[in-house]
């Protein structure tokens, strides 16, 4: 069993920053990869980013490409977040969800956009960003 936590959520304006952290549980967490989805209201979830086992390799999505960046420390067993030059339409709650089949091999973009691909998923944090 894996349990996911994340934090760093909150409100802030167009323009500005924000850090989400995942806190995982499990001792082969170096072994998981990690994605982040995001569901605004009335929308369904949607992929935001990915990182690989040891943080070989990232995906995101088209529409936060140059924004966000996702990275892992496994020594603590968490995957952030950053997000930066935030707009009204990152609007919603993130979720970070564990991959413990994807193997060490990058498997192709697709494969981590793919929300049937994870294991477990973290409860969600809420983002608001203003106009």
């Known amino acids: 069993q894996v349990q996911l936590v994340e934090s760093g959520g909150g409100l802030v304006q167009a323009g500005g920053s924000l850090r989400l952290s995942c806190a995982a549980s499990?001792?082969?967490?170096?072994?998981?990869?990690m994605g982040w989805f995001r569901q605004a209201p009335g929308k369904e979830r949607e992929f935001v980013g990915a990182?690989?086992?040891?943080?070989?390799?990232?995906n995101y999505a088209d529409s936060v490409k140059g924004r966000f960046t996702i990275s892992r420390d496994d020594a603590k067993n968490t995957v952030y977040l950053e997000m930066n030059s935030l707009k009204p339409e990152d609007t919603g709650i993130y979720y970070c969800a564990a991959d413990l089949a994807a193997g060490a091999f990058y498997r192709g973009s697709s494969y981590y956009m793919d929300p049937s691909k994870y294991d477990y998923w973290g409860q969600g944090t809420q983002v608001t960003v203003s106009s």
């Open positions: 499990g001792r082969t967490f170096s072994r998981y990869a």
């Open positions: 990182i690989t086992w040891s943080g070989g390799r990232t």
